[in-house]
Structure formats: C-alpha cells, structure tokens
C-alpha cells in the first residue's frame, strides 16, 4: 500500500500521507503503478465529464476536462514536455540539449509545441465518437502512466549528477512487466481486444522514441518523462480515433 501512495503522491497533488517515508529503491518500484493512477485520474475526469454535459456544451467540457487534468498532475507533466522540446529544439549535442532542459524558462519553440499538443488532445477528444467517449476518457490518462514505465526500462538516466527522475531510470523487467500487465486489463476492460491493438501500437512507438533519445540525450530524465506522459496520451486518443473509424468503415 505504500507503494500506491508513493506513486500517488508522484503524479498527482494529492497528499493523503503526510509523513509518507520511503527510500529511493522504493520509488523506483512504485512505477508498476502508475497505470493505476491513471485510471483513477481517468475516473475523476469520467465523472466531471457526466457531470458538466448537463450543463455546458460539449466543447467547452471537452476543454474544462483537459484543463482538470493538467491541474489533478499539478503541471508537471507539460512542463516536462515544453522544457524537452525547447532542448531537442536548441541544443546541438547531448550535453546542449540537457543544459536547455534544466533551465526552468520555457522558451518560445516549447510554449508553441505545448498549444499543439492541447490543440490535438482537445480536438481528438471532442471527436471521439459518443459511444467509446467515456472509455476514450478513462483510458487516455492510463496510457499517459503507463508510457513512462517501459522507457524508464528501456533507458538509463541521462544526468551523472542525477535528479528527479534518476529513481525511475533503468526500472527492472518485473515493474515493466507489471505495470504492462495492469495497464493492458484495463485498458482491455475498455475496449475488448482492440486494446491488443492499441498496447501493440503504443509500445512499438515508446519503443522507437526510446531510441530517438538514448541518440539525442544519451538517456532519459525527468522531463522526458513528462514528454512521453503527455504525448502518450495524445496518441492514444488518435490511434483509438482511427481504429474506431476503420472498425465503423469496414460495418
């Protein structure tokens, strides 16, 4: 239960344990549940968004639902994003790039990129189709989580002086293998199995943006992370789109 309340604690502004105590190994196996903190972020978005249908349009609730989001992770999350689009952006080698990252501006090229993305996530939520929205709406945050667990696996941390994500870099094969686990079940109780489809397409993604990192930054750190968070969510939101548009086509 612990453990639960590390990663609760981590990814979101709720502080249910005030003197929670735990070393760094701790931390670092935590990450097997971050999926589950996604779903209950995706519950607390599920409910706002049965609730504020009945009184706004639908637009304005798709915008209010990505806005509670932002505020439920505390921010930290986008500004992971922005800051590593402002490095991969201006920096010329590895160590540019993550001098970039660690100043706590965010630059012109980070802001604009950080407007895309909830453009994107805004219009692929406003499209879901009616029928797989609310599942769309719990998911989508379970991705988001669970996008961190298999890099955190994938690579090291990038920083020799260490930082915030240093706990989580190089998490063993069990924590992937579990978070993975979680995240698929439920996702699965979603979505049937098209979420063999999704997990499948997702990974295959993380793991090529794996890649693109150990390249660029030599490893991954806390703001890439966030970076993988956020934009996990978004694609997952647009491969659920275009699987539920060529499952309607092919009806």
Known sequence: ???????????????????????????????????????????ILLFAWDFLTTLLPDGLVTGMLILILVIINGGLHIDGFA?????????????????IMKDSSTGAIGAAYVALLFLIKFLALNEMPYEVKASAIVAFPIAGRWAMVPLAHLLPYARPEGGLGAAFAGCGRAVMI???????????????????????????????????F???????????????SEAAEVVFLILILAMTNMLTLEE
Do not use: C, W
């Open 178 to 212: 579990k978070a993975t686990v979680l995240a698929a079940v439920m996702v699965a109780l979603l979505f049937g199995v098209m979420a063999l489809a999704l997990m499948a397409l997702l990974g295959g993604i993380i793991y090529l943006s794996a890649r693109f």
């Open 83 to 99: 800051d590593t689009v402002d490095g991969l952006a201006g920096g010329k080698t590895p160590a540019d790039r993550l001098r």
């Open 214 to 228: 150990r390249k660029k930054l030599g490893g991954v750190t806390g703001d890439v992370f966030g970076f993988h």
């Open 1 to 43: 239960m612990n453990r639960f309340f590390i990663a609760l604690q981590f990814l979101t502004i709720f502080r249910v344990r005030k003197n929670l105590s735990f070393d760094e190994a701790e931390f670092g196996r935590s990450m097997y549940l971050f999926p589950v903190i996604g779903a209950l972020q995706g519950l």
